[in-house]
């Protein structure tokens, strides 16, 4: 079981994969006031960062489930290099459908709604792993601008449209659902940088590395495009965050 090989190649060197810096993501742990021996699941942990420097930072424990053997791999040697393996726990797997046997505090989907079908599946599938009085976090993307045209949106690797909502409309969206934002981090233009321009240096060595690779045009191709299509749209549209949510 895995996710599409490009993605653990363009995306092997990131720790965190989405547009957060380290420091957006150390300020949404300090800004949830995570308690010692606060319990954490998250659905696409990816490489493990959030569990793995909340665990050093704040004394989380909890479970991160991903579906590529990759980055899971990666998130438990940053397990092992944090020295918090006695807190967390990453389990290679497909999140679809899961539910942790033991109620968590903070029940989090960090850039993966997919897994739950969307926004609203997906904070109906963690609320079930909720414990009451507990938070779930929500990474998401926003048009940060309104795209004048569909073909924009392509552009920007949405479907359509219609895929994302605009900031106040996502928020407003939460509160339909019938949850309460209470706390909410932004990435903007720098991080999403951080994000995306940070797998270009990856291609680049990739390719210098896998010249025969049958993904090597491919990648080629995404490495010449890349850079003027992120400034164009990605960079200008799309906005992304992380909303923390009780039910209210
Ligand atoms: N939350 C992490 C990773 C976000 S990227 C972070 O912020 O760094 C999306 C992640 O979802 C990838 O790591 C990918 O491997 C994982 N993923 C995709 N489909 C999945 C599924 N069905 N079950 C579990 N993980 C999945």
Redesign the pocket.
């Known amino acids: 079981m895995d996710?599409p090989r490009i993605?653990n190649i363009t995306e092997s060197a990131?720790?965190?994969?989405?547009p957060?810096t380290p420091e957006k993501l150390a300020t949404l742990g300090a800004a949830l006031r995570l308690e010692r021996g606060t319990r954490l699941l998250?659905?696409?942990?990816?490489?493990g960062?959030?569990l793995c420097t909340w665990a050093r930072d704040h004394g989380v424990i909890g479970t991160g489930?991903?579906?590529?053997p990759l980055?899971t791999e990666q998130a438990k040697l940053r397990a092992v290099e944090l020295g918090v393996t006695d807190q967390v726990n990453f389990i290679h797997?497909?999140?679809?459908g899961y539910v942790s046997e033991e109620k968590v505090a903070v029940a989090?989907?960090?850039?993966?709604t997919?897994?739950g079908g969307g926004v609203a599946g997906t904070i109906e599938l963690l609320a079930r792993s909720l414990r009451t009085g507990g938070i779930i976090l929500i990474?998401e993307p926003y048009w940060r601008q309104l795209p004048p045209s569909e073909d924009v949106a392509k552009s920007c690797f949405a479907n359509s449209i219609s895929e994302f909502l605009t900031l106040p409309e996502l928020i407003a969206s939460f509160g339909d659902l019938g949850y309460d934002v209470v706390e909410m981090v932004l990435a903007d233009q720098d991080s999403w940088d951080r994000y995306e321009a940070a797998k270009w240096l990856t291609m680049r060595r990739w390719l210098e590395a896998n010249p025969d690779d049958e993904l090597a045009q491919e990648v080629r191709a995404q490495l010449t495009s890349e850079p003027v299509r992120h400034a164009a749209y990605t960079r200008e549209y799309l906005g992304w965050g992380v909303f923390a949510l009780m039910p209210r």
């Open positions: 996710i993605f990131h720790r965190i994969h989405n957060f998250d659905l696409g942990s990816g490489s960062e959030m489930i991903d579906m590529s980055f797997g497909d999140a679809v989090a989907c960090v850039g993966a997919w897994i990474g």
